[in-house]
């Protein structure tokens, strides 16, 4: 009787799996990984094989991701960024790393995350530059997709078909108040009590605000707004001066990421509750671009220091 040989999944799967995802496109994929195109289709066949579901959609010439795909895709990624990190450490005894990388980053990880992970990156890799520009959600995902930046740090974007997100953990916004304002003693806080307090937020036009909307709607509470400033360190500097008298003796409340949060004794970081806007932070770049190898080092360190941080 004959049985069937069965190899098993192989690295090489998920690298051919990870590209297609990355490009969504049979042809792309196949030429970043210098294969043919039959020979990735036939080691995605392999792999949907072995996991027992269907991995892409093929409708004609379009690609996309099924559920199974999605999730695959979102507990691999750190396995093959291991694998990644281990192959840079032997290759930089080779020599070197130069070049250029272009960041874009939002406001509220500017403060804390992006300096420490160019700090961390530039420790290791001193002859690269790197280049970061503070920018709303929209504005990176724009510049990602016309090929002005070559990574961002940023939210997950509404249209994904031009990018790809790498979720990297979950952040929750919190009521950020002087030390002696009257919720200042408060642990927590619900969204509905923030109703009617003298509030300054983000514009409407970035995505943190608008999530913020959506949460204040949900709890039938409407702040009053009586400042909006783009940039997470005034809004800070606002909320501190408020507390001290500079602002004319004003309680003024702000909703800011949890990692705004750099320790001041003048403010207090309150979770919020019922419900608890939360986001999720990720590395993005555009899909099917060629990644230099500074730029996949330095997603490596952000990762690194987003983990380190995790730890403590």
């Known amino acids: 009787m004959m049985t069937r040989y069965h190899r098993g999944m192989e690295l090489r799967h998920l690298r051919y799996f990870e590209a297609l995802a990355d490009t969504l496109s049979f042809t792309r994929a196949a030429e970043r990984m210098h294969v043919t195109q039959s020979t990735l289709s036939h080691q995605i066949r392999q792999l949907e094989e072995e996991i027992g579901q269907a991995l892409f959609n093929r409708i004609g010439k379009r690609v996309t991701m099924t559920e199974a795909g999605e999730t695959l895709l979102l507990h691999i990624g750190p ?3 291991q ?3 281990a192959l840079h450490a032997v290759r930089d005894e080779q020599g070197p790393l130069a070049g250029e990388i272009r960041v874009g980053a939002t406001h509220s990880f500017n ?5 420490q992970c160019v700090s961390s990156f530039l420790t290791r890799y001193p002859s690269v530059r790197v280049i970061v520009e503070e920018l709303s959600a929209a504005e ?9 930046l070559d990574l961002g740090v940023s939210y997950r974007p509404a249209q994904t078909d031009a990018l790809r997100f790498e979720p990297l953990y979950n ?31 983000l514009p409407r036009y970035f995505a943190t605000r608008q999530l913020l909307d959506e949460c204040f709607r949900a709890a ?3 702040p009053l707004v009586i400042a909006e400033l783009n940039s997470i360190a005034p809004m800070l500097e606002l909320v501190r001066q408020a507390g001290v008298g500079s602002a004319g003796g004003l309680d003024i409340a702000a909703v800011i990421g949890e990692s705004a949060d750099l320790g001041n004794e003048d403010l207090r970081f309150i979770p919020l509750e019922s419900p608890t806007p939360q986001r999720t932070p990720g590395l993005l770049w555009r899909r099917g671009a060629p990644r230099a190898v500074a730029v996949k080092y330095f997603a490596t360190a952000v990762r ?5 941080m995790e730890k403590r």
Do not use: F, W
């Not at 952040?171 to 200042?184: D, F, I, Q, T, W």
């Not at 690194?304 to 380190?308: C, L, T």
């Open 83 to 85: 694998v990644d990190q």
């Open 140 to 148: 990176i995902a724009a510049r990602l997709a016309n090929g002005e």
């Open 79 to 81: 396995a093959l960024r």
């Open 304 to 308: 690194r220091v987003v983990e380190s």
């Open 220 to 222: 039938g509470a409407e």
């Open 111 to 115: 403060i804390r995350l992006i300096p």
């Open 171 to 201: 952040e929750e916004l919190k009521l950020v108040v002087a030390a002696n304002h009257p919720m200042a003693g408060r642990r927590r806080a619900r969204m509905v009590e923030l109703h009617g307090l003298r509030m300054v937020l």
